[in-house]
Protein backbone atom coordinates (compact mmCIF):
# COMPACT_ATOMS: atom_id res chain seq x y z
CA UNK A 1 0.00 0.00 0.00
CA UNK A 2 1.39 3.56 -0.67
CA UNK A 3 0.20 6.69 0.42
CA UNK A 4 0.67 10.05 -1.58
CA UNK A 5 0.99 13.75 -0.51
CA UNK A 6 0.58 16.16 -2.64
CA UNK A 7 1.67 20.15 -1.71
CA UNK A 8 1.35 23.65 -2.80
CA UNK A 9 1.31 27.11 -2.35
CA UNK A 10 -2.39 28.52 -3.01
CA UNK A 11 -2.64 32.58 -4.30
CA UNK A 12 -3.69 34.58 -1.41
CA UNK A 13 -6.42 36.31 -3.47
CA UNK A 14 -7.45 32.69 -4.98
CA UNK A 15 -8.19 31.23 -1.28
CA UNK A 16 -11.95 31.12 -1.59
CA UNK A 17 -11.76 29.86 -5.06
CA UNK A 18 -9.21 27.14 -4.58
CA UNK A 19 -11.27 25.63 -1.24
CA UNK A 20 -14.26 25.06 -3.80
CA UNK A 21 -12.13 23.44 -6.26
CA UNK A 22 -10.74 21.24 -3.85
CA UNK A 23 -13.61 20.10 -1.89
CA UNK A 24 -15.15 19.54 -5.44
CA UNK A 25 -12.05 17.41 -6.70
CA UNK A 26 -12.60 15.92 -3.25
CA UNK A 27 -15.93 15.08 -3.65
CA UNK A 28 -15.67 13.67 -7.09
CA UNK A 29 -12.66 11.23 -6.47
CA UNK A 30 -14.62 9.78 -3.59
CA UNK A 31 -17.54 9.59 -5.72
CA UNK A 32 -16.31 8.31 -8.95
CA UNK A 33 -12.96 5.94 -7.28
CA UNK A 34 -14.14 5.23 -3.47
CA UNK A 35 -10.39 7.54 -2.58
CA UNK A 36 -11.11 9.20 0.04
CA UNK A 37 -8.58 13.17 0.73
CA UNK A 38 -7.69 14.01 3.55
CA UNK A 39 -6.10 17.96 3.35
CA UNK A 40 -3.85 19.74 5.63
CA UNK A 41 -2.31 23.33 5.84
CA UNK A 42 1.17 24.36 6.97
CA UNK A 43 0.68 25.62 10.63
CA UNK A 44 2.76 29.22 10.21
CA UNK A 45 2.16 29.07 6.69
CA UNK A 46 -1.78 28.93 5.85
CA UNK A 47 -1.84 29.19 2.54
CA UNK A 48 0.64 25.73 1.90
CA UNK A 49 -2.02 23.15 1.58
CA UNK A 50 -1.55 19.03 1.69
CA UNK A 51 -3.64 16.58 0.06
CA UNK A 52 -2.88 12.78 1.35
CA UNK A 53 -4.31 10.04 -0.40
CA UNK A 54 -3.57 7.05 2.07
CA UNK A 55 -3.37 2.85 1.56
CA UNK A 56 -3.57 3.01 -2.15
CA UNK A 57 -2.71 -0.04 -4.28
CA UNK A 58 -2.07 1.73 -7.87
CA UNK A 59 -0.73 5.16 -6.95
CA UNK A 60 0.05 6.10 -9.87
CA UNK A 61 -3.36 5.64 -11.57
CA UNK A 62 -5.00 7.77 -8.46
CA UNK A 63 -2.43 10.43 -8.74
CA UNK A 64 -3.09 10.68 -12.30
CA UNK A 65 -7.28 11.35 -11.41
CA UNK A 66 -6.04 13.61 -9.23
CA UNK A 67 -3.95 15.97 -11.17
CA UNK A 68 -6.65 15.89 -13.98
CA UNK A 69 -9.34 16.35 -11.39
CA UNK A 70 -7.38 19.27 -10.15
CA UNK A 71 -7.74 20.86 -13.70
CA UNK A 72 -10.91 20.27 -14.37
CA UNK A 73 -12.08 21.98 -11.19
CA UNK A 74 -9.85 24.71 -11.34
CA UNK A 75 -7.79 24.31 -8.57
CA UNK A 76 -4.39 24.79 -10.51
CA UNK A 77 -5.19 27.74 -11.44
CA UNK A 78 -5.34 28.64 -8.32
CA UNK A 79 -1.82 28.39 -7.36
CA UNK A 80 0.91 31.09 -6.42
CA UNK A 81 2.67 32.41 -8.91
CA UNK A 82 5.17 30.08 -10.53
CA UNK A 83 3.59 27.63 -8.20
CA UNK A 84 2.88 23.38 -9.05
CA UNK A 85 1.63 20.58 -6.78
CA UNK A 86 4.48 18.21 -5.78
CA UNK A 87 3.55 14.68 -5.27
CA UNK A 88 5.51 12.54 -3.02
CA UNK A 89 4.46 8.59 -2.62
CA UNK A 90 5.59 6.58 0.49
CA UNK A 91 4.97 3.01 1.75
CA UNK A 92 5.93 1.45 4.56
CA UNK A 93 8.76 -0.72 5.23
CA UNK A 94 8.21 -4.25 4.57
CA UNK A 95 9.20 -6.30 8.28
CA UNK A 96 12.75 -7.42 7.25
CA UNK A 97 13.72 -3.88 6.10
CA UNK A 98 12.08 -2.06 9.03
CA UNK A 99 14.66 -0.12 10.84
CA UNK A 100 15.67 -1.26 14.85
CA UNK A 101 14.65 1.16 17.39
CA UNK A 102 17.04 1.66 19.28
CA UNK A 103 17.35 4.10 22.46
CA UNK A 104 19.51 6.95 21.70
CA UNK A 105 21.85 7.86 24.36
CA UNK A 106 20.70 10.44 27.38
CA UNK A 107 17.27 9.29 26.84
Known amino acids: MIDCY ?7 TREAAARVALAALLAE ?9 TVFRKVHEPL ?3 EVYAG ?3 A ?5 RVDALAHKHG ?3 CLAGNERRHVEQ ?14 LPGH
Open 6 to 12: VYYRVDQ
Open 29 to 37: LDGTEGVRG
Open 48 to 50: LWM
Open 56 to 58: LTD
Open 60 to 64: DAVMD
Open 75 to 77: LVA
Open 90 to 103: FAAFSPGDAPRTTA
